[in-house]
C-alpha cells in the first residue's frame, strides 16, 4: 500500500511527492488530466519575494524558498539533465519594494538597454530572477517518475470519504482508493473537494519573440511585468480577476497588458506576439498558503499558494514532508 496518496500534479504535488520519496516513502498521485496543465503550466516563474513586496510571513516563506532554489533545481537537473531556465537574472522593480537598491536613469540605461526614458529610474532586485515553469513540471515528473513515484494521469478525485477526524479512502475515477496517508494539492480546483477558503484569480498572459534577446533582466511594473526567457520569447503579465473559472483571453487585456509593455520597453511594438493564454492562481486569506494541519489527522493541505507557487515550491516541500514524516 501507498504511504502517501497525493491529490493534484501541479507544482506543489509533485515538488512534495519528491521530498517525501526522496525521505523514503512510497508515493502515489493522482491527477486528472496531464500533470502541470494548471496555474503551475500558465505562470510567468518569477522567483520575486521582493518584487512582489511580500510582508510578514509569507515574506519569510518566500525568502526561505528563494535560498533553497540552486540546491533543489541542482537535485532535479542530477535525476533529469535540465536546469529549467533557472537563473538569477535579476528584477528591476518600478515601485519600492524591499531589499533593493535604487538606479537613476543612467544607471537603469547600463543595467538594461532599450527601457523606456520615461522611467526615471529603478529599484534593482539582485538576487531574484526566474525558472521556466514550463521546463520545471516536465523536469519534475520525470524526477518522481525516476524516484518510482506511481504518477496516475487522467484520475479524477470526486469525493474525500471520512469517518469523524479522518480520511477513510477516496472516491475517484478509478475507482475508491486507499492510503496511510493523503496530501491535498489541487490549486484554485480545492473547493470542489474540501470547504476550504481557496478561490480562483484568473491571470491572462502573452508572449512575444525577441530575436537578438536586447532584454536580459526582468521588468516588473504596476500591473504588469516582462520576463526575458533565454530562448528569446518575453512573457507579459498579468492581469487578476476575480471571475470564477471564466476561461478565455479578453481582447482589451490583451490590449492593456500590450500598452503598459510598450510604454516601459518600446521594442515590444515591432516584435511578434507568439502566443496568449490564461490560468487560475489559487487565493487563500492574506494571500498565505495552507501548509500542513488539516480537520482530519491522516490529511496534510497545501493548497493556496496564490501569486507565488513556483518560488514556494522548495519550502512547500520541506514543510510538507516533515508534517507527514510525523508517525501518525
Ligand atoms: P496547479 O498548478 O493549478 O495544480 C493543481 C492540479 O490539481 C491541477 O493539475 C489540477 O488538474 C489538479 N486537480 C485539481 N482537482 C483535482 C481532482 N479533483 N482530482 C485530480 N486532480 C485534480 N508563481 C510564481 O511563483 N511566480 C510567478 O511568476 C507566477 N506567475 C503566475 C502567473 C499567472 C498568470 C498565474 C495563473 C499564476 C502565477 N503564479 C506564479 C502562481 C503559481 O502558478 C501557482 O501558485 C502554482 O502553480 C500553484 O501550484 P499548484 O500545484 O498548487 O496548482
Ligand atoms: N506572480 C505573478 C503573477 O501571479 O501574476
Known sequence: MTDVLIIGGGVIGLACGIELSLRGAAVTLLERHNCGNGASWAAAGMLAPGAETLTGELADLALQSLSLYPQWINQISKITGDSCGYQKCGILALQACPNSQWLNTEQLAEKQTGLSPELGGAYWLESEGQVDNRKLVPALVLAARSLQIKILEGVEVNRIATNNNQ??????????????????????????????????????????????????????????????????????????????????????????????????????????????????????????????????????????????????????????????????
Open 167 to 328: 480520511v477513510t479512502h477516496l472516491e475517484t475515477s478509478l475507482g475508491k482508493m486507499q492510503s496511510d496517508r493523503y496530501l491535498l494539492a489541487t490549486g484554485a480546483w480545492t473547493k470542489s473537494l474540501l470547504p476550504l477558503p481557496i478561490s480562483p484569480r484568473k491571470g491572462q498572459m502573452l508572449s512575444l519573440h525577441e530575436s537578438d534577446r536586447t532584454l536580459q533582466k526582468i521588468i516588473y511594473g504596476d500591473q504588469i511585468y516582462l520576463v526575458p526567457r533565454g530562448d528569446g520569447r518575453i512573457i507579459v503579465g498579468a492581469t487578476v480577476e476575480d471571475v470564477g473559472f471564466l476561461p478565455g483571453n479578453r481582447a482589451a487585456s490583451v490590449q492593456h497588458l500590450l500598452s503598459r509593455a510598450i510604454s516601459i520597453y518600446p521594442a515590444i511594438a515591432n516584435l511578434p506576439i507568439l502566443d496568449t493564454w490564461w490560468g487560475f492562481r489559487p487565493y487563500a486569506p492574506n494571500e498565505l498558503p495552507l501548509l500542513g494541519t488539516s480537520e482530519y489527522e491522516n490529511l496534510a493541505l497545501a493548497v493556496g499558494h496564490y501569486r507565488n507557487g513556483i518560488l514556494l515550491a522548495p519550502i512547500t516541500a520541506q514543510i510538507l514532508a516533515n508534517h507527514l514524516e510525523k508517525p501518525k
